[in-house]
């Protein structure tokens, strides 16, 4: 009879375990990312590309992400689910005024940003977002092989990135810089041809603003972009930056 009631007991103890609320639980720390590819003007054939890397880069390092290109999900309610909102190669006007609204209200109450590439090729009417993405798309040259000078290597997106980093993209020329933003990278334009900004040419920064954080890079016009294992480090750091309590 005592081996019997020990039975019982151990199947109620592995029972509460595996329970709904526990799993629900275990779900609730786990941040979720949207990534969201919205266009309405240029689009960018590496963003499928993008879309499963993030997604690879989620699975391996504790988050969970969704993708659309479905506007309508910027909503209060909706945006509740998300620890972070992820701009894959955005363009134009792509969200409503009262879409509008609904993400500011998201950064203001914590929320994280990242922009990748034409992310500064969007919403060109929106000042708040010009300040929260950094600057606006100008112009580009044709693709081509590129120094970038590393500057900081505080944070998680440049730690171990080399000082001088080759790589080949389409490197864009920037106007309406903000400010504020803190530069990580700069482009050596002395390296390839097109360069419109001059010695102080930023590609990538990073940013508290307005209750939230906000990282961007400009990498990430190629589909090989999402193949190289620095690139995808690079934006994993910037990822897991705005993530951060």
């Known amino acids: 009879m005592k081996n019997l009631y020990a039975l019982f007991f151990l199947f109620i ?64 309610d909706s945006l509740k689910k998300y620890k972070a909102v992820l701009f894959l190669s955005t363009t134009q006007d792509v969200m409503t005024s009262a879409q509008q609204s609904a993400f500011e209200q998201f950064i203001k109450a914590g929320g994280g940003f990242v922009g990748v590439h034409a992310a500064t090729d969007t919403e060109f009417n ?9 600057a606006y798309f100008e112009s580009h040259p044709k693709v081509q092989n590129a120094t970038i000078q590393v500057l900081d290597k505080s944070h998680p997106s440049t730690s171990f990135l080399p000082d001088r980093w080759e790589r080949e993209d389409e490197w864009y020329n920037f106007k309406n810089i903000n400010p ?15 360069g419109k900004n001059g010695a102080n040419h930023p590609i990538a920064w990073y940013h508290a603003f307005d209750g939230g954080k906000a990282f961007y890079t400009a990498g990430g016009h190629t589909i090989e972009s999402f193949q190289e294992p620095l690139f995808l480090r690079h934006l994993l750091g910037g990822i897991q930056y705005v993530l951060q309590d």
């Not at 929106?126 to 950094?134: A, E, S």
């Open 180 to 194: 504020n933003v803190k530069v990580l990278a700069t482009l050596d334009e002395t390296t390839y041809k097109g």
């Open 126 to 134: 929106w000042p708040w977002y010009n300040q929260l993405v950094g």
């Open 13 to 76: 103890v592995l029972l509460t375990s595996c329970s709904p609320k526990s799993e629900k639980s275990a779900s609730l720390k786990t941040p979720w990312v949207l990534v969201f590819y919205k266009t309405e003007g240029y689009y960018h054939k590496s963003i499928p590309a993008g879309k499963a890397a993030i997604q690879k880069l989620g699975r391996e390092n504790g988050f969970k992400v969704d993708t659309t290109k479905n506007a309508d999900v910027f909503l209060s």
